[in-house]
């Protein structure tokens, strides 16, 4: 396997465009078609909302389990098979819209999107970052995870902008359509990687001749599993534990990726509430904040996080990135004009960074047959920050946007949301500090040997 360049890349890099592209298009349509179905002729419906709510939660549950055992099955059999699951079951959920939008219709369509959610939800970006891995020394993978997570947000910028130009239903049957692109273009196209054979002299189940073999290379060593190399079956919960207390970078990994998700996901449950009833923000005015936030970040991760990984390395960025995701959430909270949410937009640039350099630092402290369940539990933490954020920030935006509410600052619970951001930060800072102390203790160890 050729580690020398991320020309290889390119078909990974394709599919996941048009998988996020499809994904992503029909976001904007998809509030209409359900107060249609659920509640025609009304501008407002709780029920829409408790649908979606609930849509959410046992999406982001299925997740959290299914992600870390999608990811293990990726380490032992290949890459190629476990991406098809997801990038297939999407297909499901568009094909419905695009036959009718009808009552029925929605119903079914819900259905089969919890189903899909549960499969799509986090795996297929925790199988692409292991295929990455699989493909690039980890000195580079700082730059390789960024250029990924940069076409993902151009899926989201190409798809947010080709549903503005599109009928509902045409939406839904080019969404469709693309889907179904995407998964014959990854079945017909992309290379198979990963997976292991366990044998008795295989070397990629041996710790002891995986770490041999590599110790050749000083900066890009790979690590010995954590993991028995012979265990069968599903990964258990003490694998898990195992996996992500093994060292002092996947513990800070795993609590940064807890909190910062929780702060982001909180922002999301109350962001646009908040601008409605501070502002008065149209649809519009909606559409045109998520268009500059995916700009933002895709500018970031397809050009100055690839040039700047290599020279500052994936702590600092990290570091960086936290700094500037705690000034976006904030601004927000104290947006004082009608203009200061696109400056806070703005700092997406920096907080773009954030999740390339956490899935780097996981990805560079495992072992290479681990990296499917090791970003898979990434992926489950990261769910369960998005099942609490909305079980906690909607009922106090709710509360704090209310006519009854206990002050008059609606943008109370988006600094709340901006303190999680702050412990995620705090973390990091003391992750950086305990690491520099241990490798000057190191360095005078080996001085006094």
């Known amino acids: 396997m050729n580690k020398d360049s991320l020309a290889g890349l390119g078909h990974l890099f394709v599919a996941s465009f048009l998988f996020y592209f499809s994904s992503f298009m029909v976001i904007p349509a998809i509030t209409d078609v359900t107060m249609e179905a659920v509640c025609p002729g009304r501008d407002e419906c709780s029920v829409a909302i408790y649908l979606t709510g609930f849509q959410n939660a046992v999406t982001g ?207 999301q449950t109350a962001l646009l509430y908040y601008l409605k009833a501070q502002f008065g923000y149209s649809k519009d005015e909606f559409a045109n904040l998520l268009l500059i936030v995916g700009a933002a970040g895709m500018l970031s991760q397809l050009t100055v996080m690839p040039i700047l990984a290599p020279i500052l390395g994936e702590e600092i960025l990290l570091i960086v990135g936290l700094l500037g995701g705690c000034t976006h959430v904030f601004l927000y909270g104290i947006a004082w004009s009608y203009w200061v949410p696109y400056l806070s937009a703005a700092f997406v640039i920096l907080s773009a960074f954030v999740h390339p350099s956490i899935r780097t630092n996981v990805s560079k402290n495992v072992a290479s047959n681990e990296q499917g369940i090791a970003q898979g539990c990434i992926s489950g933490i990261s769910s369960f920050g998005g099942i609490l954020g909305p079980l906690i920030f909607t009922p106090l935006t709710a509360w704090v946007l209310s006519e009854t509410g206990p002050f008059n600052f609606k943008g109370f619970s988006i600094l709340c949301a901006g303190v999680c951001t702050v412990i995620a930060f705090i973390i990091s800072l003391r992750m950086r500090g305990a690491q520099s102390s241990a490798c000057k203790k190191s360095i005078v160890q080996q001085e006094q040997a």
């Open 61 to 267: 549950l299925g997740a959290l389990v299914v992600t870390p055992i999608v990811g293990n099955l990726s380490d032992r059999y290949g890459r190629k098979a476990p991406m098809t699951l997801p990038v297939t079951v999407a297909i499901l959920p568009l094909f419905v819209l695009a036959c009718n939008r009808s009552e029925v219709y929605f119903y079914v369509y819900y259905v089969a999107k919890i189903v899909a959610g549960i499969f799509c939800e986090g795996t297929m970006h925790c199988l692409c970052l292991a295929y990455v891995a699989d493909h690039v020394r980890p000195r580079r993978r700082a730059a390789a995870f960024a250029l990924l997570s940069g076409v993902s947000a151009a899926g989201f910028v190409s798809g947010t902008l080709t549903a503005r130009f599109l009928a509902t239903s045409s939406t839904f049957q080019v969404a469709a359509a693309v889907a179904t692109a995407a998964a014959l273009y990854l079945r017909a196209f992309l290379p198979d990687s990963g997976g292991v054979s366990c044998s008795d002299d295989d070397q990629a189940c041996d710790p002891l001749l995986q770490a041999s073999s590599s110790s050749a290379s000083s900066s890009d060593e790979e690590l010995s599993p954590r993991l028995p190399p012979h265990k069968a079956g599903l990964p258990s919960l003490s694998d898990m534990l195992t996996l992500l207390t093994g060292s002092l970078a996947m513990s800070g990994a795993a609590t940064i990726t807890f909190f910062y998700s929780l702060g982001e996901h909180g922002l």
